[in-house]
């Protein structure tokens, strides 16, 4: 383990971001802190989250506005 590196936490586990040590320390590569990262939500490097985009069922549309359209086609 490097200096000045801390070790992963639970939630690190399954990132690409992980480097193991010869002693079988594992640490984060691109933070000294990983623990800081986790402290108010999700890590903001952690390569194995995966967010899913919001899709909305149907967009509402204005009555007024809809019926404007209508009548200039």
Not at 3 to 32: M, R, S
């Amino acid at each position: 383990m490097n200096p000045g590196f801390e070790p992963i936490v639970e939630q690190c586990t399954g990132c690409d971001c992980i480097n193991v040590g010869p002693a079988g320390l594992a640490h984060c590569k691109k933070c000294y802190v990983p623990s800081a990262k986790w402290r108010n939500g999700k890590c903001n490097l952690a390569s194995h989250i995966v967010l899913v985009a919001k899709v909305e069922d149907k967009k509402m549309l204005n009555p007024l506005k809809a019926s404007k359209r209508s009548m200039g086609k």
